[in-house]
């Protein structure tokens, strides 16, 4: 396996949402990151986004969903490591 | 993808996945901590901190054909999402649709104006 050298903050994008005319609010937070609404609609373009990860084989990197984009695609949400379902 | 950080996914597949699974699971493990994409995802619970058992298939355009939200007490059936993904690949390719309870080589429907109120002829639940 290469290196996994990483430090312990390393943060990711998070969700990448579509550039809106009003992207900076007042308080200079964009919008994209005062997002609390689900946006995720079957039938949609789904929201793209890249989050740190850990891959068997490969160790630690950033994955894009979009990383994935022509492929079929699943994406599962679970509470948490080590939980017993 | 969970709140967990991509070390703690680490151990887990080193400590106990991989002893359920020959090699562990093989694809990425995501850390969604913050849960800042569970919330678009509709599947972070603030309360708990965590994100909720939620799936989502999405199709070679990027669309999400499907998706299926749970609590956590209860899992997945991967069997369903196996013949899910399976049903949307066959209606992408023929443009037929797949009725209820469709199961992979059984009959699908041709919708159009000759179907209506014929689908009792070609589809015996």
């Keep these: 396996m290469p290196d996994q050298k990483d430090g312990c903050v390393k943060p990711a994008r998070g969700p990448i949402l579509p550039k809106t005319d009003s992207a900076v609010s007042e308080s200079g937070i964009t919008k994209s990151q005062e997002v609390d609404l689900m946006l995720a609609r079957v039938g949609k373009e789904a929201i793209d986004f890249e989050a740190t990860a850990f891959v068997e084989g490969v160790g630690f990197k950033p994955v894009k969903l979009s990383d994935y984009k022509g492929k079929w695609i699943v994406l599962c949400f679970y509470p948490g490591d080590f939980t017993f379902v | ?125």
């Design chain 2, 1 to 125: 993808m969970s709140t967990d950080s991509r070390f703690v996914h680490k151990i887990w597949q080193e400590q106990e996945l991989s002893r359920m699974l020959d090699g562990g699971v093989p694809f990425p493990m995501l850390s969604d901590g913050g849960g800042r994409i569970g919330t678009i995802y509709g599947v972070y619970d603030e309360d708990a901190g965590v994100d909720i058992r939620g799936r989502f298939i999405i199709d070679p355009d990027f669309v999400i054909r499907a998706m299926e939200v749970l609590t956590p007490e209860v899992g997945r059936n991967p069997q369903e999402l196996i013949r899910q993904i399976k049903a949307f690949q066959l209606v992408r390719e023929t443009g037929d649709v797949t009725p209820s309870g469709w199961q992979p080589g059984e009959v699908t429907l041709t919708p159009g104006a000759a179907l209506v109120g014929k689908v009792w002829e070609v589809w015996k639940p």
